[in-house]
């Protein structure tokens, strides 16, 4: 065999495809950490079916044709940091091979090391013992095959880079300690090169079946608070305190009033003014209260049920005219935004939090929903504004996020690499109107290293790591990707990771309940908190998240 053409190469991509997808779970449970996040297989699957489904349609495809849908299908269905890398991988192999009619050994190889340069490039900080280490080391045997004049029969090259490959894979453990200690080797290196075996046999005849099954996509959902039926709360009551002197208690003591008479409460200080917001059925119990602190502006206050009211009535009124009710509001004729914002969380409580926040379009996925390119890209074309800003919320979707900046062409797209919900909290929390998109960002990002963040979820095996023995069933505190605390308790396991993250300047900690605590069990773990430090303050929000128990901030 001395040539692959694009009818061979649409078979192997789709052989490979249908490999990763036979067995993701096992590439899930190569996770290192013992929590239910361990989605590595899903998330390659997910992207490579993307383009999977595309190329499956093409019936006479060229290099040209199959190399589009390639690239553009991977890209917009990438999930998680190992999808975008896989989709950067297929997206440097295929501009290589643009313009050709068949592939060749010297074509191949350079279509192998654009493979892993794209996938270097579009990582801010490569780290070895990964997918790019085992990508690089076919890269490497590429070239030295072509150099040694070796690689004339192109299944023979083929075998030859995937065996490099498979050696560079065992070798992961060796440069991430990490590995090492929980046994396994790189999950997404290990993804890449199910995908390979899957390719390659398709094309030595090992296989015959190249159909495809694409399933749904993760759901995406606008959130706005006017939206909803049910409101508890019906006035939306903003203001500004302007305190004519600095006074360390105000913020405090407000908050906890207000927590008494509403919900969705945000009090900020900045020196000498204070910031409110809270969701109230009486504001001028609100506005009493902050004038005994000092003098109000900005004045806000907005009737919820009667906006809902009239959003339903008019759209009732169109309907019955036979009129079709416009997807967005750049279709309803509403006048553009100068900013705009779209978050990424899951759980009612935290929904809610982002939209009181100022967020216009909230996309539900986190940790195991890791949400695509398209649909950030989807949720950024919804928002009505020529900046939008993007808070991923999650360490596993900053680069997808990334991706969209490069898709969407008619407003700017501005992401802040928000890593946990605490951190798109403050964020949001620190931009303003006043300054320009640069300003923001750069505030909005100086905002979010001001905090700590953990959070507390379960353990789904046994192992031991960092000195710990953990159960399945344990509930586990995570700091940063440090495991801290380990317990069959979730307020110890919360309450130990809380201490930890404090220090002699902590003030605040924020605890964001899910969805398996109840108030009750939160509220006792800020008292035992608050017992132990008499000049912290606490506050209990809930988030309705799955899968982590708590969000934490310490500020």
């Known amino acids: ?40 297989g899903t998330n390659m699957t997910m992207t490579v079916m993307a383009a999977a489904k595309d190329v499956s349609l093409l019936e006479k495809p060229t290099l040209e044709t199959l190399g589009a849908a390639i690239s553009s299908g991977s890209l917009r269905g990438a999930r998680g940091n190992s999808g975008v890398i896989l989709s950067q991988i297929f997206r440097g192999f295929v501009k290589s091979i643009k313009g050709h009619d068949e592939i060749r050994t010297e074509l191949l190889a ?35 095959l072509l150099e040694t004049g070796t690689g004339k029969d192109l299944a023979a090259f083929c075998e030859q880079i995937s065996k490099s490959m498979e050696e560079a894979l065992l070798k992961t453990p060796d440069l991430l300690p990490v ?21 390659l046999d398709a094309l030595n005849g090992r296989t015959a079946d190249f159909s495809i099954r694409v399933g749904g996509n993760t759901s995406v959902v606008r959130a706005s608070t006017a939206g909803q ?21 105000a913020e405090g003591q407000l908050k906890e009033y207000l927590q008494k008479i509403g919900d969705c409460v945000v009090v900020v200080s900045d020196d000498e003014v204070i910031k409110v917001h809270v969701h109230t059925n009486d504001p001028g119990l609100a506005i009493q209260k902050a004038l005994t602190y000092g003098a109000l502006t900005s004045i806000k206050v907005d009737n919820m049920r009667e906006e809902h009211q009239e959003k339903i009535i008019k759209d009732a ?21 100068q900013y705009g914002f779209v978050a990424v969380c899951a759980g009612e409580g935290l929904n809610g939090i982002f939209c009181d926040l100022g967020v216009d379009y909230v996309i539900e996925g986190g940790q195991t929903m890791n949400p695509s390119t398209e649909d950030i890209l989807n949720g ?48 949001m929390i620190s931009f303003s109107d006043e300054m320009d998109a640069a300003e923001n960002e750069e ?31 344990n509930y586990i505190g995570l700091s940063e990707k440090s495991i801290i605390s380990v317990s069959g308790s979730i307020r110890t396991a919360a309450r ?44 209990v929000q809930y988030g309705g998240q799955p899968v982590y128990s708590y969000f934490i901030s310490v500020e």
């Open 1 to 40: 065999m001395d040539r692959i053409d694009a009818g061979m190469l649409q078979k192997m991509f789709l052989a490979g495809a249908k490999a990763l997808e036979a067995k993701k779970e096992y590439i899930n449970e190569l996770n290192v950490f013992p929590v239910p996040d361990g989605d590595t």
């Open 110 to 144: 350079k279509a192998v090391s654009q493979a892993a340069d794209t996938a270097y490039k579009a990582v801010m900080k490569p780290k070895e013992g990964t997918i790019l280490t085992v990508a690089a080391a076919g890269a490497e045997k590429a070239r030295e």
């Open 179 to 199: 590995l090492k200690d929980a046994g396994v080797v790189d999950s997404g290196g290990e993804g890449l090169m199910t995908f390979i075996r899957g390719a």
């Open 229 to 249: 039926a049910d409101i508890k709360f019906g006035y939306c009551t903003e203001f500004i305190i302007m305190l004519g002197r600095k006074n360390a208690s």
């Open 317 to 337: 009124m169109k309907l019955a005219a036979g009129e079709t009710l416009p997807d967005n509001k750049e279709e309803a004729g509403e006048p553009e935004k």
């Open 380 to 427: 950024v074309r919804e928002v009505n504004a020529k900046t939008v800003f993007v808070l991923p919320n999650n360490g596993n979707i900053i680069l997808a996020a990334e991706q969209v900046k490069e898709l969407c062409t008619d407003k700017e797209v501005i992401v802040i690499p928000s890593k946990s919900i605490p951190q798109g909290i403050e964020a």
């Open 443 to 473: 505030n909005m990002k100086e905002g979010m290293s001001a905090i700590k963040s953990g959070q507390v979820t379960y353990a789904v095996r046994d192992t031991a790591m960092g000195g710990k023995e953990i159960k399945q069933g």
């Open 496 to 539: 130990e990771l809380v201490e930890y993250m404090l220090d002699d300047d902590s003030e605040l900690v924020s605890l964001y309940y899910g969805a398996d605590v109840s108030e009750e069990d939160a509220e006792r773990l800020a008292d035992v908190l608050l017992e132990a430090h008499e000049d912290l303050e606490v506050e």
